[in-house]
């Protein structure tokens, strides 16, 4: 019932809805044609006017008495309605509106764009009321021209601006027209003045049409509005003719360019590259911020000037004539004592060797002479002597001989030359002086980790401040970061000042630089999690290396948003890596050599340091990822082989004296000397400047000992727990060294057999320094209390 009750509600109820205001096509086409004719009658009307609007002046007021005649041709409503348009309206331009009628007609008709009708209007409107005010000037001669509403335009225009202003004004109107609609600029005059004075120089006979060719344009866009008003198919979509309006390309082989004249010359036009989005947005940054400057937040800071470190007046390099022809004839003596004739020798003198490089007589062994290092050592009652057999390179055999008085190379003496000073380096490192008195600087990034090895005394911190220093001296604090691991607690305490300019910690470390073994192990891990957190930044940046990365992200093409941020060199060094091992093993080997792997690309270098340079501290796996290697002088020939893969660190003198390779041939270098009281004074220097307000936090490591609770499973449990539970019952004694020693294990595996023994409750709880007291008396109890577990 209901149902049926709201049909019939609806079906009675369409009154209600909205008036459907869209003509049918025959309405269409009846209103259309009505326009049409009142455009002709209107015409006419207004061309009549011409001819009887004076005679009809009298009959306007009589235009509802039937029986006065007028003379227009559509008698007195046309008399009257030319009258009302042309005298008191717009004059001789309101034949615009008897056209503005007919077209409006046609497109009614035949449903054409409404859109551009109705600029047809607005534009044909403006055209009417211009034209008005200007024949408006003429109006005391024909009124006809302008009409009243031209007229009193006009003369309101004068009162205040006058006739010139008036005129003017009339000129602007043009103008903005012409732009406006048919997008006329300064452009088209001068195209149009250069082709009309080209024509009429080439030929008087072709003047027709390519001197008016923007105008001829703009008429024709006219006159297609028009056709297009007439042409039925043009309310289609008509697909665009190819053939008829493509240009012909120029490079392509089938299109023939046929030109009246062989002279014509062809313009090409310069084309742009387009930009990528990316790209304009960057660009547009880079335009309004510039660059990113990742120095901006310490903008003020001040490098530390040369005058911190200090001269030494046994700098320079002072022949001593005497000593060099001793040497010389030494040489040559015990070399003709073993019938080895020298056609040639020559010395190069360096800050603490001189080498002598000899050219052998044609047909002498070199490896005579290479025997003969210990005699000629003898002969010259010298330590350190080396010989290079033959010198890479070179047609020479080098004999390097220790100077009686050694010069010592001040680091300042480094930092100031200019291979350093104007070197674009990525990390330049200025280690100090070749033997042929160069200055030697290299590039950490390239290295791109240093392994450095030397006994005891032998120049290694030193060796180590010299480099912290180089970058020092270059680095801004935004582009390089240090993590020191200093076991032996002294070396590199004078690094703490810099704390929040160049140091980098873990974010719940008190001090930056890290003393204590066990968190060595964290600090390497939280550099692995950077590690791989920097290759996710720079794979999602598309870059392969740190410095496109940075270099994009200086160039503002990666979104801070999106995680990006500038990344700085990150530069670990351990000093003492061989009491690490020791202490900490597996759990350090393994991130440092997923770091010395892997860490290049993302601006972690390594630069370990180690007195005991035997093979269970440098492992093969670390010695193949540290091709850059230096080795101070060690006691025996085995440790040089452990370091350099070849003999020579041996043979050194100590103090500074090193061999210096990246994987080729051996360079001896005397290492600049800087003194502790010159690191302090740049550390203090640059310490005592504005800095971040933290060091720069490394991500966060949960060690696995953080983890270990008391209750822990039975399952657990080390492999080797049952060993371990043995030891100490034994020992009588609970400590985690103990099965560090006996087990060889890690600190951290031994620290965690404690933790598993005190829940299985073999030993006491913690006791501060002293060492866990042991709950079970003997094997047989702990056999016993193991037993018991089980079930
Ligand atoms: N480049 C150098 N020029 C001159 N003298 C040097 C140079 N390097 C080191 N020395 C001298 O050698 C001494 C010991 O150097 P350094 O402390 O660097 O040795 P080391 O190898 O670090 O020893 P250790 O491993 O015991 O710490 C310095 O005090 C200094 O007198």
């Known amino acids: 019932m209901s149902k049926k009750k709201t049909k019939t509600k609806s079906s009675t109820t369409p009154k209600l809805k909205k008036p459907n205001l869209k003509l049918s096509s025959q309405q269409k086409f009846i209103f259309g044609s009505l326009l049409i004719i009142l455009g002709i009658l209107l015409c006419i009307s207004f061309l009549s006017f011409f001819f009887t609007g004076k005679a009809d002046q009298s009959t306007l007021t009589e235009l509802t008495t039937r029986t006065v005649k007028a003379e227009n041709w559509l008698n007195k409503l046309g008399a009257w309605v030319s009258d009302l348009f042309i005298t008191r309206g717009f004059g001789i331009a309101s034949f615009i509106f008897s056209g503005l009628l007919f077209i409006s007609g046609i497109y009614i008709t035949l449903d054409i764009n409404k859109a551009r009708l109705r600029k047809h209007w607005i534009w044909g409107t403006l055209i009417v009321i211009w034209l008005s005010i200007f024949f408006g000037f003429f109006a005391h001669k024909y009124d006809a021209l302008g009409g009243t509403i031209g007229f009193e335009m006009n003369t309101f225009f004068q009162d205040y601006i006058g006739i010139i202003g008036t005129s003017l004004l009339l000129l602007f109107g043009l103008i903005t027209y012409m732009a406006i609609r048919f997008g006329v600029t300064g452009h088209t005059f001068v195209?149009?003045?250069?082709?009309?004075?080209?024509?009429?120089?080439?030929?008087?006979?072709?003047?027709?049409?390519?001197?008016?060719?923007?105008?001829?344009?703009?008429?024709?866009?006219?006159?297609?509005?028009?056709?297009?008003?007439?042409?039925?198919?043009?309310?289609?979509?008509?697909?665009?003719?190819?053939?008829?309006?493509?240009?012909?390309?120029?490079?392509?082989?089938?299109?023939?360019?046929?030109?009246?004249?062989?002279?014509?010359?062809?313009?090409?036009?310069?084309?742009?590259?387009?930009?990528?989005?990316?790209?304009?947005?960057?660009?547009?940054?880079?335009?309004?911020?510039?660059?990113?400057?990742?120095?901006?937040?310490?903008?003020?800071?001040?490098?530390?000037?040369?005058?911190?470190?200090?001269?030494?007046?046994?700098?320079?390099?002072?022949?001593?004539?005497?000593?060099?022809?001793?040497?010389?004839?030494?040489?040559?003596?015990?070399?003709?004592?073993?019938?080895?004739?020298?056609?040639?020798?020559?010395?190069?003198?360096?800050?603490t060797v001189t080498l002598y490089e000899i050219v052998p007589n044609a047909g002498v062994r070199?490896?005579?002479?290479?025997?003969?290092?210990?005699?000629?050592?003898?002969?010259?009652?010298?330590?350190?002597?080396?010989?290079i057999a033959p010198i890479p390179g070179k047609g020479t055999i080098g004999?390097?001989?220790?100077?009686?008085?050694?010069?010592?190379?001040?680091?300042?003496?480094?930092?100031?030359?200019?291979?350093?000073?104007?070197?674009?380096?990525?990390?330049?490192?200025?280690?100090?002086?070749?033997?042929?008195?160069?200055?030697?600087?290299?590039?950490?990034?390239?290295?791109?980790?240093?392994?450095?090895?030397?006994?005891?005394?032998?120049?290694?911190?030193?060796?180590?401040?010299?480099?912290?220093?180089?970058?020092?001296?270059?680095?801004?604090?935004?582009?390089?970061?240090?993590?020191?691991?200093?076991?032996?607690?002294?070396?590199?305490?004078?690094?703490?000042?810099?704390?929040?300019?160049?140091?980098?910690?873990?974010?719940?470390?008190?001090?930056?630089?890290?003393?204590?073994?066990?968190?060595?192990?964290?600090?390497?891990?939280?550099?692995?999690?950077?590690?791989?957190?920097?290759?996710?930044?720079?794979?999602?940046?598309?870059?392969?290396?740190?410095?496109?990365?940075?270099?994009?992200?200086?160039?503002?093409?990666?979104?801070?948003?999106?995680?990006?941020?500038?990344?700085?060199?990150?530069?670990?060094?351990?000093?003492?890596?061989?009491?690490?091992?020791?202490?900490?093993?597996?759990?350090?080997?393994?991130?440092?050599?997923?770091?010395?792997?892997?860490?290049?690309?993302?601006?972690i270098h390594l630069i370990i340091a180690t007195q005991r340079p035997s093979v269970n501290v440098i492992t093969g796996i670390i010695k193949a990822n540290f091709p850059a290697r230096i080795a101070f002088r060690v006691t025996s020939k085995i440790d040089s082989r452990t370091i350099l893969d070849n003999s020579g660190a041996d043979q050194l003198i100590g103090r500074g004296d090193m061999l210096f390779t990246q994987g080729n041939e051996l360079t001896r270098i005397q290492c600049a000397f800087v003194d502790t009281p010159e690191v302090e004074k740049v550390t203090e220097f640059i310490g005592s400047q504005k800095a971040y307000p933290d060091a720069y936090l490394l991500p966060e490591y949960v060690g696995e000992e953080n983890g270990t609770s008391l209750d822990i499973d039975i399952a657990d449990r080390d492999k080797l727990f049952r060993e371990a539970?043995?030891?100490?019952?034994?020992?009588?004694?609970?400590?985690?060294?103990?099965?560090?020693?006996?087990?060889?294990?890690?600190?951290?595996?031994?620290?965690?057999?404690?933790?598993?023994?005190?829940?299985?409750?073999?030993?006491?709880?913690?006791?501060?320094?002293?060492?866990?007291?042991?709950?079970?008396?003997?094997?047989?109890?702990?056999?016993q209390l193991l037993a018991n577990e089980g079930q």
């Open 191 to 351: 195209n149009l003045f250069s082709k009309a004075k080209k024509d009429i120089k080439d030929d008087f006979a072709s003047d027709s049409d390519s001197g008016y060719a923007p105008l001829d344009n703009d008429l024709t866009a006219e006159a297609e509005d028009i056709k297009s008003a007439f042409d039925l198919s043009a309310t289609e979509v008509v697909e665009p003719t190819i053939k008829n309006y493509s240009t012909p390309k120029v490079a392509s082989n089938e299109v023939k360019i046929e030109t009246p004249e062989s002279d014509v010359a062809i313009e090409v036009e310069q084309i742009a590259e387009e930009e990528s989005e990316t790209d304009n947005l960057s660009n547009k940054l880079v335009e309004d911020f510039g660059q990113f400057d990742p120095t901006l937040e310490l903008s003020k800071y001040q490098f530390p000037p040369l005058d911190l470190l200090k001269k030494y007046d046994s700098e320079g390099i002072t022949i001593n004539q005497e000593e060099l022809e001793e040497n010389k004839n030494k040489i040559v003596e015990t070399l003709s004592n073993y019938s080895i004739g020298i056609s040639n020798i020559k010395a190069t003198i360096g800050p």
């Open 366 to 387: 070199i490896s005579k002479i290479k025997n003969l290092e210990d005699d000629i050592a003898l002969s010259l009652a010298a330590l350190g002597i080396r010989i």
């Open 399 to 603: 004999i390097e001989v220790p100077n009686k008085n050694a010069t010592i190379v001040s680091m300042r003496s480094v930092i100031a030359s200019q291979k350093f000073q104007k070197s674009d380096m990525e990390l330049p490192i200025a280690f100090g002086k070749t033997i042929s008195n160069e200055t030697m600087v290299v590039d950490l990034a390239k290295m791109p980790h240093l392994l450095m090895a030397g006994a005891t005394g032998q120049g290694k911190s030193v060796g180590l401040n010299a480099v912290l220093t180089s970058l020092l001296y270059k680095k801004h604090p935004a582009e390089v970061k240090f993590v020191l691991v200093d076991p032996k607690k002294v070396e590199l305490t004078l690094f703490n000042k810099i704390e929040r300019h160049y140091l980098a910690k873990l974010p719940d470390s008190e001090e930056a630089i890290i003393t204590d073994n066990t968190k060595v192990i964290n600090t390497l891990n939280s550099l692995c999690i950077e590690m791989d957190n920097r290759y996710e930044m720079l794979k999602n940046a598309m870059c392969r290396n740190i410095k496109e990365y940075n270099e994009k992200f200086k160039a503002r093409k990666l979104n801070p948003n999106e995680g990006h941020q500038f990344l700085p060199y990150i530069v670990l060094v351990v000093d003492e890596f061989a009491d690490l091992i020791m202490t900490a093993g597996k759990e350090v080997e393994t991130p440092i050599a997923r770091l010395a792997q892997l860490a290049r690309a993302i601006g």
């Open 725 to 783: 539970a043995e030891v100490i019952v034994t020992a009588q004694q609970g400590s985690a060294s103990l099965l560090q020693r006996k087990l060889k294990l890690g600190y951290n595996r031994a620290g965690r057999l404690i933790d598993q023994l005190e829940a299985a409750g073999i030993v006491g709880p913690f006791e501060g320094s002293k060492a866990r007291q042991v709950l079970v008396s003997d094997l047989v109890a702990l056999d």
